[in-house]
């Protein structure tokens, strides 16, 4: 069965930084499209950074130059380097992975919560 594991959340200080890591099972996982999401208190949950399995990255915006998305598929494993935090950067952050050999899907983890406050 697919697990994805997000691990390394928790309290920092604006301007702090956090990394994030999200261990995966269960899939092919060099083949597999990754991606982080974030869901504030009263907000939608918003996609932070992509990696495609051809590790082409994305970002949001609002995280350009803070954050940094990668892969290790030794590994089975994304992380996400996120740095200069703000208090808007609180948030459950959570792992998503997509693909598959016949039919594709989505799958997700837990979540991961990271509260940034002074």
């Known amino acids: 069965q697919v697990q994805l594991v997000e691990s390394g959340g928790g309290l920092v200080q604006p301007g702090g930084a956090l990394r994030l890591s999200c261990a995966a099972s269960?899939?092919?996982?060099?083949?597999?499209?990754m991606s982080w999401y974030r869901q504030a208190p009263g907000k939608q949950r918003e996609l932070v950074a992509s990696?495609?399995?051809?590790?082409?990255?994305n970002y949001d915006d609002s995280v350009k130059g803070r954050f940094t998305i990668s892969r290790d598929n030794a590994k089975n494993t994304m992380y996400l380097q996120m740095n200069s935090l703000k208090p808007e950067d609180t948030a459950v952050y959570y792992c998503?992975?997509?693909?598959?050999?016949?039919?594709?899907?989505?799958?997700w983890g837990q979540g991961t919560q990271v509260t940034v406050s002074s």
């Open positions: 990696i495609t399995s051809g590790g082409i990255t």
């Open positions: 269960g899939i092919i996982f060099r083949s597999y499209d």
């Open positions: 998503s992975a997509f693909g598959g050999t016949y039919f594709r899907s989505r799958y």
